[in-house]
């Protein structure tokens, strides 16, 4: 009887602490990213043509998964890790699928698709240097977008690069979530506006 109460108290022990860890945790849920106003549509052969097909998370081990680095409590200087809800590449690939329907690029379905496209997420963090009175916050995300034909041969790829910062006297997690919604932003207008891009989706490749 002694060994079984043992037992039970070390479990409530351990279930406790995995608690509290949890509770420690910030899930960070940026929600959309906000669409550029006046952006063109696309007109013709080459409109509602393209499909994000896969979002890869291909950050080296260790950095993978839903973690993105570490935040701090408001009137505490205490780390606490930040995660994303969805993972990472399923929300950059889930924001590009938006991006493209905005501009009148995305297909119906992945079949009536002219150009497949392929998300490899290379990065993605956010780092919080903490003041006494406001904190700085940096979110940077680096993914590389590849771009084939419905049969599988590859035109080209852009690889792009998004950096925001933020100043926060508190609420580090809204200020971290707005930070990375702006450096996604920057990085599908880059996309748009690069000449592999251009190219693949104007049949010039």
Excluded at 67 to 78: A, D, E, M, S, V
Excluded at 146 to 162: I, K, N, P, S
Aim: glycine residues 10%; aromatic residues 6%.
């Amino acid at each position: 009887m002694h060994w079984r109460v043992l037992r039970i108290g070390l479990s409530l022990l351990v279930l406790a602490a995995v608690a509290g860890c949890a509770s420690k945790a910030v899930v960070l849920d940026p929600g959309p990213v906000p669409m550029p106003d006046g952006a063109s549509r696309a007109e013709g052969g080459h409109a509602w043509s393209l499909w994000v097909a896969q979002a890869r998370d291909v950050r080296p081990e260790g950095e993978a998964g839903q973690k993105l680095g570490i935040l701090y409590t408001r009137f505490q200087k205490n780390p606490r890790g930040a995660y994303l809800e969805p993972s990472p590449a399923d929300y950059v690939g889930e924001q590009l699928s938006r991006y493209l329907l905005h501009r009148g690029l995305e297909a119906s379905t992945s079949q009536s698709a002219r150009l497949l496209l392929t998300v490899d997420l290379e990065q993605c963090s956010v780092l919080e240097n903490p003041g006494s009175v406001w904190a700085e916050i940096t979110v940077r995300v680096t993914y590389t977008v590849h771009l084939a034909e419905a049969g599988g041969r590859e035109l080209g790829r852009v690889r792009l690069q998004g950096e925001a910062q933020r100043k926060s006297p508190g609420d580090s997690k809204r200020q971290a979530e707005v930070a990375l919604r702006d450096a996604l932003a920057d990085t599908f207008d880059a996309l748009a506006r690069s000449d592999v891009f251009q190219k693949a989706v104007h049949g010039q490749l």
